[in-house]
């Protein structure tokens, strides 16, 4: 396996001093598989003060519970004290963790098989959970009894279908079995983390996975509204890899439609209002009849956006819905974004300022004559000239004037 010479070099210093040292979850797993890890994890006998005085201008990352961040030329290196933890009355954090000698019961606490494996550049794989098994036949296990693994932290049984999600495996029975029993624990777990493991569900190779919170009940305690376990989600991972994207794709395959549930769960969730907008957006053009001339198209676009329209079109063609003359529309919407036509306010040829020089008053007024030429140049095009827009201005304010 492949491991970067910052990272020996953390392994070397604690050994030299008299410690252990072992690469340890994550990144064993993904190196066993061939892949590249995202970060490097290193549990160690010595203590986090010592780890500390080893490495000057290290980082207390979580130092209440042993952790400290070494960074090594530019390499973020995340050093753990060996621990045994217990009593987590908030289904999330230890109350109590006590620092140990033993890797082995390091490597017990933690949450899966194929995340409980350590290694050593001599020693070479310590593995006392048989997670090189569970790799090899491609099974999600907890290390020993898994209700109380998701008793310990609820936020694992999220973990669980992740890691399903990303590697496409499967989850043992008993495993998912617990999972089910427990779901109601992930109450417990704040919004913005659940969020943050749905989002990475849902960017997975296999997001399909996404299913499994259906089985499990889970989403039932995260959702705000019920969602029938018989939604087929296959077509997820054809979606491009796109966060609103597969949020859309996602609400309407569960037959999540009505725009007031859709708000309801973005919110729930702390979704950013950004997010949640965007998903509104796609998902107001997923339910309703498309534009289907150049003027409402032109209008559409400049309601939901070039970007949020385009990926609408995608979801439609992908998930195959029954959407009249779509490549035709696509095909014009794709032109007048090309053809950069007037889409919003800004792109007009005149503005405010324009048209007080030009002798009309601030106020209120000017605004509704601005959108009416907006209007008029959703309809024409060619009426987006700076000229041509103050005649038709001064013809709006003197039909106002007559109101």
């Not at 690469?23 to 190196?31: F, I, K, Q, S, T």
């Not at 427990?182 to 913005?192: M, P, Q, V, W």
């Not at 400049?302 to 609408?312: D, L, T, Y």
């Not at 008053?361 to 209007?375: M, Q, S, V, Y």
Request: aromatic share 6%.
């Amino acid at each position: 396996m492949y491991i970067p010479d910052e990272v020996l070099t953390v392994i070397n210093i604690l050994e030299k001093n008299d410690h252990n040292a072992y690469l340890v979850g994550g990144c064993v797993r993904d190196m066993l598989l061939g892949l590249k890890p995202k970060d490097f994890d290193i549990c160690t006998s010595a203590r986090p003060e010592k780890v500390l005085e080893l490495f000057p201008g290290s980082i207390p990352t979580g130092i209440k519970h042993g952790t400290v961040t070494v960074i090594i030329d530019d390499l973020p290196v995340e050093i753990t004290t060996f621990r045994i933890e217990s009593d987590y009355t908030d289904h999330r954090r230890p109350d109590k963790v006590l620092f140990s000698d033993s890797l082995t019961e390091d490597l017990k606490r933690r949450d899966f098989t194929v995340n409980a494996i350590a290694y050593h550049p001599v020693e070479g794989i310590i593995d006392p959970f048989n997670g090189i098994r569970d790799l090899k036949d491609k099974i999600i296990r907890t290390v020993g009894n898994p209700g109380e693994r998701f008793g310990e932290d609820a936020l694992r049984m999220l973990r669980a279908i992740r890691l399903q999600a990303c590697y496409g495996f499967s989850i043992d029975n008993d495993t998912f079995s617990a999972i089910r029993a427990l779901s109601k624990n992930i109450g417990a777990i704040s919004r913005e983390r659940i969020l943050e493991e749905l989002n990475r569900i849902l960017l997975a190779s296999y997001p399909e996975a996404f299913k499994n919170l259906l089985k499990t009940k889970l989403l039932n305690y995260i959702f705000p509204i019920p969602i029938s376990e018989t939604a087929d989600l296959t077509s997820l991972k054809n979606l491009p890899e796109e966060l609103t994207t597969r949020w859309s794709g996602l609400l309407w395959l569960t037959g999540v439609r009505d725009a007031e549930a859709i708000r309801a769960i973005c919110s729930g969730l702390k979704m950013s209002n950004k997010l949640k907008n965007e998903i509104l957006k796609i998902s107001m053009l997923l339910n309703t009849r498309l534009p289907r001339n150049q003027f409402t198209i032109r209008r559409t676009l400049s309601i939901v956006g070039p970007e949020s329209f385009a990926r609408a079109i995608s979801i439609m063609k992908i998930l195959k819905l029954n959407k009249n003359n779509l490549l035709e529309i696509e095909k014009a919407s794709s032109q007048i974004i090309s053809e950069k036509h007037c889409l919003s306010l800004s792109n007009l040829a005149v503005n405010g300022g324009d048209l007080v020089k030009s002798g009309f008053k601030p106020g209120k007024d000017l605004g509704i004559i601005l959108n009416t030429l907006f209007i008029c140049v959703l309809q024409n095009p060619d009426l987006n000239q700076k000229d041509i827009l103050i005649q038709f201005a001064d013809i709006i304010n003197q039909k106002m004037g007559k109101i």
